[in-house]
């Protein structure tokens, strides 16, 4: 039970205000949400990915035990997700934005703090997690942006704008410079600083914004239920199953299940409203996710301490 509280105290109550402040803005002054979305697309998410690749230190064994586990487990969630989808016989735009909500994991502003809080004595736990962040955010501008895309359009279009994403580029910059070791001068890195610092209140304001526009009532559906139950209780299930067959123990361990159990990734909604598929659908998500998430990853994170010690 204390779990619970710390996470809903310390990531959740911080998070639900920032949305709260968005809806309060949006209802006084309504924005532009699109253009919100599009300031966060092409600028503030590339920052922040840049500058966690730029910093973060991964140590070579632990990233390929990490990396053969994230392989499976997003492969099979997707499978998850597109059995879902042709279970309850979605429209191409909102199995989009289905399978989105089962793979794509909140391993940012949300896992991050979760992660710093649980493994604030044992770096290793934190830094696993920064693999999980930079791995998902591959995930959602290759997977989760081709799910997007091609739900409106063809397949040349698609790679088109998998190729004009600044955040593919950001990636690959990110990570080359942390390998040669390149330090960027100050008055580069402070502002790709700034922006990245940016990125979190923005990007939560902006979906307390979509939220604003959303009626109560519709949350209340099979298909945002089902995706709940595919992200908060059969990821984790599924995630169990590959440590124990991989035989991945200790913080290792506990973190890439702490890790599972996430919520939906907000960059799902994100993405949704860039492309106008279903943005109000995926904010829905995301908002019933992340709610929901602030009771089971609080028992994830005690069973984790139990099973992995």
């Known amino acids: 039970m204390g779990y619970l509280l710390i996470v809903f105290v310390n990531v959740i109550t911080p998070m639900l205000i920032l949305l709260a402040i968005g809806v309060v803005l949006q209802m006084k002054f309504t924005f532009n949400v699109k253009a919100l979305g599009n300031i966060l697309t092409y600028c503030l998410i590339p ?11 991964i140590n070579v064994e632990v990233l390929l035990e990490v990396l053969m586990f994230v392989v499976l487990f997003s492969t099979s969630l997707m499978i998850i997700g597109h059995l ?4 309850l016989r979605l429209n191409r735009q909102q199995t989009a934005v289905m399978k989105n909500s089962i793979v794509l994991i909140n391993s940012g502003n949300y896992g991050l703090p979760v992660s710093q ?16 962040i930079v791995y998902q955010n591959l995930l959602t ?3 989760g942006l081709y799910n997007l895309v091609s739900s409106t359009r063809s397949g040349v279009d ?6 004009k994403m600044p955040i593919i580029h950001a990636l690959w910059l990110g990570a080359l410079l942390n390998l040669s070791d ?15 610092e940016a990125f979190i209140a ?17 949350l209340w559906n099979r298909l945002i239920f089902l995706s709940a139950f595919g992200r908060l209780f059969l990821s984790p299930a599924i995630a169990l199953v590959l440590i124990l067959l991989l035989k991945i123990d200790g913080v290792t361990a506990q973190s890439l299940w702490i ?4 919520p939906t990734s907000r960059n799902s909604s994100t993405l949704a409203l860039e492309y106008n598929v279903e943005s109000e659908l995926a904010a829905q998500i995301v908002l019933f996710n992340t709610v929901a998430s602030s009771f089971t990853v609080g028992f994830i994170i005690y069973l984790s301490s139990i099973i992995f010690v």
């Open 202 to 218: 923005i990007a939560l304001i902006t979906l307390g914004a979509q939220l604003a526009q959303i009626r109560v009532k519709t």
């Open 47 to 57: 920052a922040a990915v840049f500058m966690n690749l730029y910093y973060t230190v």
């Open 141 to 143: 501008y290759s997977y």
């Open 158 to 163: 698609v790679l088109k704008e998998f190729i």
């Open 117 to 132: 809080l649980v493994f604030h004595a044992n770096p290793l736990g934190v830094s696993i997690q920064i693999v999980l």
């Open 182 to 196: 390149i330090r960027l001068p100050n008055f580069i890195e402070l502002p790709i600083g700034h922006l990245s």
């Open 259 to 262: 890790g599972s159990s996430f």
């Open 84 to 87: 879902f989808s042709k279970m």
